[in-house]
């Protein structure tokens, strides 16, 4: 059973930024295929980053504003985020999986909020 906890969302200003964490257990982490996903009110959940064996791969929406990364050692995923917009609203949901794309285990989300 694998055990995925975020943290790091809260309420931040357009153009400002903010770094998402998820920490996994009870996982074989460096084969751990890590994504974040989101999903805003009355939207479809949509892939954020996705980083995995294949590489890393983003949303076109976050593309050059977003990095994702992981540390093996702490068994954690980042999500870094800059100039952030208001359409960057959602609550965003860390996601794994064994193999090559993550989508199988869910953490409990954190929200984001951009607004001034």
């Known amino acids: 059973q694998v055990h995925l906890v975020e943290s790091g969302g809260g309420l931040v200003q357009p153009g400002g930024s903010l770094r998402l964490s998820c920490a996994a257990s009870?996982?074989?982490?460096?084969?751990?295929?890590m994504g974040w996903y989101r999903q805003a009110p009355g939207k479809q959940r949509e892939l954020v980053a996705a980083i995995t064996s294949r590489g890393v791969n983003y949303g076109d929406s976050v593309k050059g504003r977003f990095t994702i990364s992981r540390d093996n050692a702490k068994k954690t995923v980042y999500l870094q985020m800059n100039s952030l917009k208001p359409e960057d609203t959602a609550v965003y949901y860390c996601?794994?999986?064994?193999?090559?794309?993550?989508?199988?285990?869910w953490g409990q989300g954190t929200q984001v909020t951009v607004s001034s």
């Open positions: 996601s794994g999986a064994y193999g090559v794309a993550p989508g199988k285990d």
């Open positions: 009870g996982s074989i982490f460096s084969i751990y295929a």
